[in-house]
């Protein structure tokens, strides 16, 4: 097995990312999201050097376990300097953390440093990344997160060909006899949530899919798409 420790989330787990939730609000989002049934909180983390865009430090997801956020924050980095940051993430109270690997300069060390800490780790890999790439370093990773977007900004189109991919990469695992589990990122909706299912995603991370979907007629704005999602996926 390669998952360093018991999950704290159940499988298939939503994952709303934030990137996408009303920010002037976001503790009352986040509780909001978590009470309707989402398992985990996707924190994208965006440097403006790796992608073009900026967002969110370790203080924001540090302040978010201030004001009692208990639940699984999954931090995916998409930053040019690996190396400098990951430990101020882990620190801030990070779950899982993921990364891409040309962003390190030793990606394994890397990946024992995130095991270590307790959190689970995970490598991050582009829709024109060949998973090839990645097999050398499956041996260390709790997870790998699939980006069926080319990361930067939320709102994009769904790349199905990531599925493809989703398929050879659950073959892969399983031939390794390890426990991996298979996140995806990017383009997640009522759509394709159950089509990424059945090419073995474990983990749907979710922006606009969820946060763009509120019923502010009920008590809960989530609860209705969050009934639906599972429905799709129990189906």
């Known amino acids: 097995m390669s998952l360093s420790h018991t999950l704290p989330f159940r499988t298939p787990a939503l994952a709303p990312s934030i990137l996408s939730c009303d920010l002037s609000a976001i503790a009352s989002e986040v509780s909001q999201v978590l009470e309707a049934g989402s398992d985990i909180i996707h924190f994208d983390v965006m440097d403006n050097q790796f992608v073009p865009n900026l967002t969110f430090g370790p203080v924001v997801l540090q302040k978010l376990r201030e004001a009692g956020v208990t639940a699984p924050i999954d931090v995916h980095l998409m930053v040019a300097d690996v190396d400098r940051l990951l430990s101020d993430f882990i620190d801030a109270g990070a779950t899982m953390i993921s990364f891409h690997p040309h962003c390190s300069i030793n990606p394994v060390n890397q990946l024992s440093i995130i095991k270590t ?5 995970g490598l991050a890999i582009n829709p024109d990344q060949p998973i090839s790439v990645f097999e050398q370093y ?11 977007v080319f990361p930067g900004r939320s709102g994009q189109k769904f790349i199905s060909s990531v599925l493809e991919k989703s398929k050879a990469l659950r073959a892969i695992i399983k031939r390794s006899q390890k426990n991996i589990l298979i996140e995806m990122d990017g383009g997640i909706t009522q759509n394709t949530i159950a089509q990424a299912h059945q090419a073995g995603v474990d983990i749907f991370v979710m922006g606009n899919g969820i946060f763009t979907q509120k019923n502010l007629q009920d008590k809960n704005p989530y609860s209705a798409v969050t009934n639906t999602l599972r429905e799709l996926l129990s189906n």
């Open 138 to 148: 499956l041996p260390y990773c709790d997870f790998i997160l699939l980006m069926s």
């Open 117 to 121: 800490s307790g959190c689970l780790a």
